[in-house]
């Protein structure tokens, strides 16, 4: 990874069944039945699908100058994603796992802001906010689900550093 680059790590958490029983069961990632294994790794990869969309056509409307006329969800999702390109950084790549975002930071502000952004549940709950619809949870019969965003200690310590340095 280059200097100023960081790893934020995003995946499914929390799982809510829709049971016919209609018995509430919360989920840890620690003790995840086999089936609510299979629904989070559904959920990232649903997740990293639509995100990779939409970081292209954001690439996109920023190279032309002008913003498309476009649906409401898309606006919603390119929402959340503006909020981690804030201050120049940018996604530079998307892996799969849960889904990670690597992002370039040109700025001490920059990346103090994502580390923010990331800590104090802001990214979770536009990624909630924008993600979780009904028509997502009926498709995989859950009442609910949450996020889980982590940001390294370490690499947020090296990247300061870095960018500090002017080590890039």
Excluded at 102 to 121: E, F
């Amino acid at each position: 990874m280059s200097a100023g680059t960081v790893q934020v790590s995003v995946s499914a958490a929390d799982l809510e069944l829709d049971e016919c029983s209609g018995a509430k069961r919360k989920s840890r990632p620690t003790s995840l039945s086999v089936r609510e294994k299979h629904l989070v790794a559904q959920m990232n990869v649903e997740l990293l699908e639509t995100m990779l969309i939409e970081v292209r056509n954001l690439r996109r409307v920023a190279s032309s100058g002008h913003e498309p006329r476009s649906l409401q969800r898309r606006k919603t999702l390119l929402h959340s994603i503006r909020q981690l390109t804030r201050y120049r950084r940018e996604i530079v790549d998307v892996y799969e796992g849960s889904m990670i975002f690597c992002i370039r930071c040109w700025t001490v502000r920059a990346l103090t802001d994502l580390w923010t952004l990331c800590r104090s549940g802001r990214l979770r709950d536009a990624l909630r906010e924008d993600f979780v619809t009904d028509t997502l949870l009926a498709k995989y019969h859950l009442r609910s689900f949450d996020f889980i965003v982590s940001f390294s200690d370490t690499e947020y310590e090296l990247c300061k550093t870095e960018l500090s340095q002017g080590l890039f």
